[in-house]
Antibody
Framework: QVQLVESGGGVVQPGRSLRLSCAVS????????MYWVRQAPGKGLEWVAL????????YYGDSVKGRFTISRDNSKNTLYLQMNSLRPEDTAVYYC???????????????????????????WGQGTLVTVSS | DIQMTQSPSSLSASVGDRVTITCRAS??????LAWYQQKPGKAPKRLIF???SLQSGVPSRFSGSGSGTEFTLTISSLHPEDFATYYC?????????FGGGTKVEIK
């Protein structure tokens, strides 16, 4: 079954850095786009970043652009979120999440991947808490 | 950027009630919308995708409808385990946009 397990959360001082990891299993990681989504205490869900199946495309929410970097290692089935210049308002549970459909299919030659639209989140990890405080 | 406005932000209902939650998009989003249920301390769980398709394993009392700018999640008869917070989500190839959430509480 699909499993996503986040790690790397903790307490960090403002201005410092932290790297989150998400180890996945139960699906072909290299075939799917992936997301990070966060939830501040008592608040709603906020999209943080997304990365294409091959890592070639990355997009970020306005509140983290220029400070956070999403990446993936398809050989290790692991997603990452590098968080720099952390602020108290970054305090949240951070969820790793999987896109709901394969990101490509092969054309008639069987060799060329043809991109498909992303389909939103189908599975979520259990989350890891990041607390930014002095 | 597309905004998702979810209403109501909270509601009180009794077991057996029919419940309707609405999400409005600031511009047309075809059917690129999903609904999630979240219980305290847990990750969200997808209920509906592509606006009206029921996720495998989700009870049939949950249904979704709509297209374009207005979408609805309906629970036909509220069960005790349905008291939770519900979110809509618009997705495209560049971002995710969540609604603000609807907390369904016991009357």
């Amino acid at each position: 079954q699909v499993q996503l397990v986040e790690s790397g959360g903790g307490v960090v001082q403002p201005g410092r850095s932290l790297r989150l990891s998400c180890a996945v299993s139960g699906f072909t990681f290299i075939s799917y786009g992936m997301y990070w989504v966060r939830q501040a205490p008592g608040k709603g869900l906020e999209w943080v970043a997304l990365i294409s199946y091959d890592g070639s495309k990355k997009y970020y929410g306005d509140s983290v652009k220029g400070r956070f970097t999403i990446s993936r290692d398809n050989s290790k089935n692991t997603l990452y979120l590098q968080m720099n210049s952390l602020r108290p308002e970054d305090t949240a549970v951070y969820y790793c999440a999987k896109d709901g459909t394969r990101s490509y299919y092969y054309d008639s030659s069987g060799k060329v991947p043809v991109p498909l639209p992303l389909a939103g989140v189908d599975y979520w990890g259990q989350g890891t808490l990041v607390t930014v405080s002095s | 950027d597309i905004q998702m406005t979810q209403s109501p932000s909270s509601l009180s209902a009794s077991v057996g009630d029919r419940v309707t939650i609405t999400c409005r998009a600031s511009q047309g989003i075809r059917n690129d919308l999903a609904w999630y249920q979240q219980k305290p301390g847990k990750a969200p769980k997808r209920l509906i995708f592509a606006a009206s398709s029921l996720q495998s394993g989700v009870p049939s009392r949950f249904s979704g409808s709509g297209s374009g700018t207005e979408f609805t999640l309906t629970i036909s008869s509220l069960h005790p385990e349905d008291f939770a917070t519900y979110y809509c989500l618009h997705h495209n190839n560049y971002s995710l946009t969540f609604g603000g959430g609807t907390k369904v509480e016991i009357k």
